[in-house]
């Protein structure tokens, strides 16, 4: 029992180790120069911008370690040994003092814990969902960062002033990244002049295509909903519309034959290849649920003459089928609902909520059993 709440609280000794990080190195950063003469911390550590960078990775672990995804626990072992490496490296003799103990202790503590708990850390990360332009993106700034970092310190003695410790080489090298411009640092030779050139290109590139992969889902989200409510603006004062919640290829010319005929239609769909598809054929889409009263409310369900529930999943029909039903009776519409049902097992859960069925087996198995029988 103590054991298992011992790796219960992993997540919160990491975010406090991110913490503790974190908090040096902005200290490291804000006064560093006055008090690298008089405490030692402050030469055995990476440096300000490093341990910052660290500590908000370690915090940010937190929620991965609590989901006990796999790549955090990777993550979490990298962060840590750099954390190590970072002390041990500037540790001069034994001049340890305190501040060095907790942190060398702290992420020895932390190391043989994710270490002790391994075989728990088994599920998938997020990051494994990512579409592959997300990972090539993230993969793009990583690469860019690590390039920047190592020719910096690789040219370090052509800018002025030179650079030759790490920290200061991250610190360049995110500011020639994201075109900050900061200049206080130059280049001064025609190779670190084309270096830098590269970095910024490699930035600008980098970060416009993380932008582009993961604002641009987001950003087609909001338009499709600016169009759905643009659209909707369509019916105001219609009646007697016609409502498809959910699409299947079999209604496809009897939608055509309702358009022809000047009906007003809105479908209501989840897909967005679906949607697309259908808003090019001129219908008017909404991308969402169709089990959702509030969006049958926008598509004028008090005024619509007829509702087809259509979708090729029956437990999906159903829903909305129940959705409507339940609206139905609370305003007392006297719409018709037909629903197209999937499967003739399904059949009898839908006739107390709809007006009338189509089975779609039971209309093939008829039609095939006429033409043979002919």
């Known amino acids: 029992m103590n054991t298992r709440k011992l790796h219960n609280i992993v997540p919160v000794l990491m975010s406090i180790l991110g913490i503790y990080v974190?908090?040096?190195?902005?200290?490291s950063v804000v006064f560093?120069?006055?008090?690298?003469?008089?405490?030692?911390?402050?030469?055995?550590?990476?440096?300000?911008?490093?341990?910052i960078f660290i500590g908000i990775f370690m915090v940010l672990l937190g929620n991965g370690l609590r989901e006990k995804t796999r790549t955090s626990w990777y993550t979490a072992i990298f962060l840590i040994l750099i954390s190590l490496l970072s002390i041990l490296v500037r540790i001069r003799g034994l001049s340890l003092i305190y501040f060095d103990i907790i942190g060398i202790s702290a992420n020895i503590l932390m190391l043989s814990l994710l270490l002790k708990y391994r075989k728990e850390y088994i599920f998938p990360s997020k990051i494994n969902y990512l579409p592959i332009e997300g990972k090539l993106a993230l993969a793009a700034i990583s690469a860019s960062a690590v390039y920047g970092v190592a020719g910096t310190l690789l040219l370090g003695s052509q800018f002025a002033p030179p650079i030759h410790d790490f920290n200061t080489a991250v610190y360049y090298t995110f500011v020639i990244l994201t075109t900050l411009g900061i200049g206080d640092i130059l280049p001064v030779t025609d190779t670190s002049r084309l270096f830098t050139v590269s970095v910024a290109v490699l930035g600008i590139a980098s970060f416009l295509g993380a932008i582009t992969t993961f604002i641009g889902p987001v950003l087609q989200q909001r338009m499709s909903k600016m169009v759905n409510v643009m659209e909707s603006m369509e019916f105001t004062g219609f009646g007697d519309h016609t409502i498809v919640c959910g699409y299947t290829p079999l209604c496809s010319e009897f939608?055509?034959?309702?358009?022809?005929?000047?009906?007003?239609?809105?479908?209501i769909v989840r897909d967005l290849e679906l949607a697309t598809a259908l808003k090019n054929e001129g219908y008017i889409v909404y991308r969402e649920q169709a089990d959702n009263i509030e969006i049958l409310r926008k598509a004028g369900l008090k005024k619509a003459k007829n509702i087809y529930i259509c979708s090729p999943d029956d437990g999906y029909n159903l829903l909305v089928a129940l959705t409507i039903n339940k609206f139905k009776k609370q305003e007392q519409l006297k719409c018709k609902v037909i629903v197209i049902v999937n499967s003739s097992k399904n059949v009898d859960k839908f006739e107390e909520f709809c007006d009338e069925t189509i089975n779609v087996s039971r209309v093939l198995n008829d039609y095939m059993l006429k033409n043979k029988n002919d």
């Open 22 to 27: 974190l908090s040096l190195g902005v200290i």
């Open 255 to 267: 939608l055509k034959s309702l358009k022809s005929m000047n009906v007003p239609i809105l479908v």
């Open 32 to 51: 560093g120069r006055r008090l690298l003469e008089n405490i030692s911390f402050f030469q055995l550590h990476a440096g300000g911008t490093a341990s």
